[in-house]
């Protein structure tokens, strides 16, 4: 089954300057946690336990992170503060984190290539920190997507509906319903301009994927922005064999965004910090 998460975090946030020049984007903190700890976090609640984090030059907090640091700990050893520490310290213990790097920034396809002497010949699951989903209500998204693939055992990409007029900031998909949102993808377009986009059904930053897309990534000509797509490699998939679309429960903020950074912080804030959560 799926036992491993691709987190591809070597992009360089430009949209984050000048906060992401010495730091990643994804050590970003909404509230008092970096949106790296929220994803992984839900990995694992999905049940996953194997951390794969494709890093490139100026990424090394990300490592630190997911390490013990033995001085801060033995200076708030036996303090109220300790207990800040307790859900990294648990993350620590209970999963396995490897890291590669992305020599060249040539796009999300390109970093999920670079993860593959991580990953290997199985299914995985991708997600991209910096897109924060939340599920107050039930599982996480990635929990939902995994229960999906035991049914199906196809590739799976999560899609939110996002107003016409920002279909060029995202992949964008058409297909066929095959259930309570469900679709059977058949056309796949990349940041298309609202009057050439397929649908309003947007590819947001979770991914479960089969290990044959790592050949057809590998076979994929740079598309849109001389970048190395997933969703051209996605979409040879798709006429192949079969992927599938899920419009999942739950909210997503796009924190790689000022404005979906400020609501995710004050969503925080309100829903999972004041109540100690
Ligand atoms: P984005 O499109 O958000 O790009 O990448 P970015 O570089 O992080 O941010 P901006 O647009 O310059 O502000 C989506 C995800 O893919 C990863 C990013 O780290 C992010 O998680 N990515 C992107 C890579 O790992 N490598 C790449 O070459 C490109």
Do not use: W
């Amino acid at each position: 089954m799926i036992r491993k998460c691709l987190f591809p975090a070597a992009g360089y946030g430009t949209r984050f300057l000048p906060a992401t020049k010495a730091m990643p984007k994804e050590m970003l903190p909404i509230v008092n946690k970096p949106l790296i700890q929220y994803a992984v976090e839900e990995a694992r609640d999905a049940g996953l336990q194997n951390m794969a984090i494709v890093t490139g030059r100026g990424k090394r907090a990300l490592e630190d992170h997911f390490d013990i640091s033995y001085e801060l700990e033995h200076q708030i050893r036996g303090t109220e503060k300790e207990k800040f520490l307790a859900s990294t310290r648990e993350l620590i213990e209970t999963c396995t984190f490897a890291y590669t790097r992305q020599v060249e920034m040539k796009g999300l396809g390109h970093a999920i290539l670079s993860g593959r002497p991580l990953i290997g010949d199985e299914p995985f699951a991708v997600v991209l920190a910096d897109d924060l989903c939340l599920n107050l209500h039930g599982d996480g998204v990635l929990a939902q997507m995994i229960k999906l693939y035991k049914k199906f055992r196809c590739s799976i990409v999560a899609i939110q509906e996002v107003p016409r007029d920002q279909t060029h900031k995202y992949g964008v998909i058409a297909g066929d319903l095959i259930s309570e949102g469900i679709y059977r993808v058949n056309t796949m377009v990349e940041k298309p301009a609202p009057e050439d986009a397929p649908s309003n059904m947007a590819i947001i930053g979770r991914y479960i994927l089969t290990p044959d897309i790592f050949d057809l990534i590998a076979d994929t000509q740079p598309g849109k922005g001389g970048e190395i797509q997933i969703t051209d490699a996605l979409m040879k998939q798709a006429k192949n064999g079969c992927v599938l679309a899920y419009k999942f429960d739950g909210l997503r903020f796009d924190c790689g965004s000022a404005e979906g950074y400020i609501d995710a912080t004050n969503f925080c804030y309100e829903q999972l910090y004041l109540k100690g959560l």
